[in-house]
C-alpha cells in the first residue's frame, strides 16, 4: 500500500504599509507574543537599502577578494550572502517548520496583510483592499473613510485582537 506523505506547509502574513509606520514595532510584537505561546515564527524581511552592519564581518574580506557569495555558519547559526535577485517566495522553504511565516514589506504582493498606518506618516491605505485583513493604526480608534470602511482598524495596543486575527489565519491556513 502506497504511503502519503503529508508536508504542513507554514502560514504566510504579511505585515506591510509606508515607511517608518511601525512594520518592524508589530512584527517583533508579533514574533514576541505568537513565541510566547509556542507558535514557531518565522520572518522574511525585505530591505530597500542594505547597510554593511547587515551582514556578518566575515563576508566582507571575503567579497573585497572577489568571491560571488560567501556562507558564515556555526553550529547552530548561518548566513548567505549572495549578489542574486530574489523575491519572498525564494525564502519561503528555508522555514518549512515554521507555523507562522512574517513577511515585513510586500505591500504590493497578493499575501494577506496586516498594513500599518501612522496618522503623521499615512492616512491613506497603500496596499490593495482585497488583500488586506487589518489595518494596524494610531488613529484613536477611529476608522478609515471611504471604501475601507469594512476592513477592521485596531490600534497598535490591542495586541489581543491582532494576535486573534492572526491565528485565525494560521487556522485557516490550508498550504
Not at 530597500?48 to 556555526?74: C, D, K, N, Q, W
Not at 477592521?152 to 491582532?162: A, L
Request: hydrophobic share 35%; glycine share 8%.
Amino acid at each position: 500500500m502506497k504511503r502519503w506523505k503529508i508536508e504542513k506547509r507554514p502560514a504566510v502574513l504579511a505585515v506591510s504599509g509606508s515607511k517608518n509606520t511601525g512594520k518592524t514595532t508589530l512584527t517583533e510584537a508579533l514574533v514576541r507574543e505568537l513565541s510566547k505561546r509556542g507558535v514557531k515564527v518565522a520572518v522574511i524581511k525585505h530591505e530597500v537599502t542594505i547597510l554593511p552592519r547587515m551582514f556578518p564581518e566575515r563576508t566582507a574580506s571575503h567579497e573585497a577578494a572577489g568571491a560571488f557569495g560567501t556562507v558564515v555558519y556555526s553550529e547552530k547559526r548561518f548566513c548567505v550572502v549572495k549578489e542574486e535577485t530574489k523575491q519572498a517566495e525564494d525564502f519561503i522553504a528555508c522555514f518549512s517548520e515554521a507555523d507562522l511565516i512574517l513577511l515585513e514589506g510586500q505591500k504590493h504582493s497578493s499575501y494577506p496583510k496586516l498594513e500599518t498606518m501612522r496618522r503623521v506618516i499615512s492616512t491613506e491605505p497603500v496596499c490593495r483592499q482585497e488583500t488586506v485583513l487589518a489595518y494596524v493604526t494610531d488613529f484613536g480608534g477611529g476608522g478609515i473613510q471611504g471604501k475601507w470602511d469594512e476592513t477592521p482598524v485596531y490600534p497598535f495596543q490591542d495586541m489581543d485582537r491582532i494576535l486573534e486575527l492572526v491565528i485565525k489565519v494560521m487556522d485557516g491556513y490550508k498550504g
